[in-house]
């Protein structure tokens, strides 16, 4: 990021690159290697959630399909093997991808932001942090970026942590119920995941709209009372 960029294009910049972070092990490695790992323990219940779980956990580093991970462990093991493995181990995934992040990227962003850019991006992220992490929690790609983004730009790792926690939950609720090893069904699956996101951003949006009016007013009869 050379001096002279304006903070918007900066900041176009640095989601790229977390994007092509995230992507580059998919690109490099590929996802084959989760499935032998999970099919070598598939009568084994306490282990293959235990396996589920650590890969689960490792999703923002290495190229994890987190949603076959779910399934398999739900169709394997039964839906509450799914569903506790899957949420204990997306939630452990977003500690991990924010401590790792808070640790070495959150070093270097400040490199790149003056001080009063850096605190206006930590603002707005923080601000609309439920917006971003929960509607994105579905989404490929897109769940571990925006963690990696509030992290760097400086959002406490605990707060990171509870809003992405609700959705976690969902996401392998949806999954660990769906799973019965059909293509068909994975695609529902992920389309109701979806579906939800897009209801979580209408619920959020509406409610900032609703604070924001309220706030407006109060401004209004503040100003109101001042002039009488």
Not at 134 to 141: D, E, G, K, L, T
Not at 157 to 183: C, E, G, K, M, Q
Not at 189 to 198: D, E, K, Q, R, T
């Amino acid at each position: 990021m050379k001096p002279g960029l304006s903070y918007r294009k900066k900041i176009l910049l640095l989601a790229l690159a977390i994007v092509l972070l995230v992507c580059a092990p998919f690109l490099i490695w590929g996802e084959a290697f989760a499935q032998p790992l999970l099919e070598s323990q598939a009568h084994r219940t306490f282990l293959l959630t235990v396996v589920a779980i650590g890969l689960l956990a490792a999703d923002s580093v290495a190229p994890i399909p987190a949603t076959l991970v779910i399934m398999f462990l739900s169709a394997k093991a039964g839906w509450l093997a799914g569903l506790i493995g899957g949420t204990v181990g997306l939630s452990l995934g977003v500690l991990a991808a924010a401590w790792i992040v808070r640790s070495a990227v959150g070093r270097l962003v400040p490199r790149f932001f003056p001080d009063a850019e850096l605190i206006r991006l930590r603002e707005g992220m923080q601000h609309n942090l439920a917006l971003t992490l929960a509607c994105w929690r579905s989404v490929p790609v897109l769940a571990e970026a925006s963690v990696i983004l509030a992290a760097a730009a400086g959002t406490p790792i605990s707060r990171i942590f509870r809003v992405t926690l609700l959705p976690n939950l969902a996401i392998s609720a949806v999954y660990a119920l769906a799973a019965d090893d059909s293509f068909g069904t994975a695609c529902l699956a992920f389309l109701a995941v979806l579906g939800f996101s897009l209801v979580l951003w209408l619920f959020f949006r509406r409610a900032e709209a609703g604070r924001r009016q309220t706030g407006e007013s109060a401004v209004a009869q503040s100003v109101e009372v001042r002039t009488d």
